[in-house]
Nanobody
Framework: QVQLVESGGGLVQTGGSLRLSCVAS????????MAWFRQTPGKEREFVAG????????YYAASVTGRFTISRDNAKNTVYLQMDSLKFEDTAVYYC??????????????????WGEGILVTVSS
């Protein structure tokens, strides 16, 4: 079993930046693909970004391409989401998730095997 714990959320103004972190328990983190999803009330959870086990093949949703960057540090069992040029519509609960397959693609929620509890990001207009 893998436990994922997100941090780094909070309130930021439009145009600002935040960096989310997700720390994973266990020794298998370095073999998993990782992803970030987000969800707002009344909407389905949506894919934001994904990264393969070795840090390659990053994928991004069209809505965040050019503004968000996903990265990972396998030595620290941590995946990051750097969010720049934030917009009001980026406001959501952000979730870290792991896929045992190792290779990233544009994941759907059902592709993921482990989830964090989520962390709120609020962008004020």
């Amino acid at each position: 079993q893998v436990q994922l714990v997100e941090s780094g959320g909070g309130l930021v103004q439009t145009g600002g930046s935040l960096r989310l972190s997700c720390v994973a328990s266990g020794r298998t983190f370095s073999t998993y693909a990782m992803a970030w999803f987000r969800q707002t009330p009344g909407k389905e959870r949506e894919f934001v970004a994904g990264i393969s086990w070795d840090g390659g093949r990053p994928y991004y949703a069209a809505s965040v391409t050019g503004r968000f960057t996903i990265s990972r540090d396998n030595a620290k069992n941590t995946v990051y989401l750097q969010m720049d040029s934030l917009k009001f519509e980026d406001t959501a609960v952000y979730y870290c998730a792991a896929n045992r397959g190792g290779l990233a693609y544009e994941f759907g929620p059902s592709d993921m095997h482990y989830w964090g509890e989520g962390i709120l990001v609020t962008v004020s207009s």
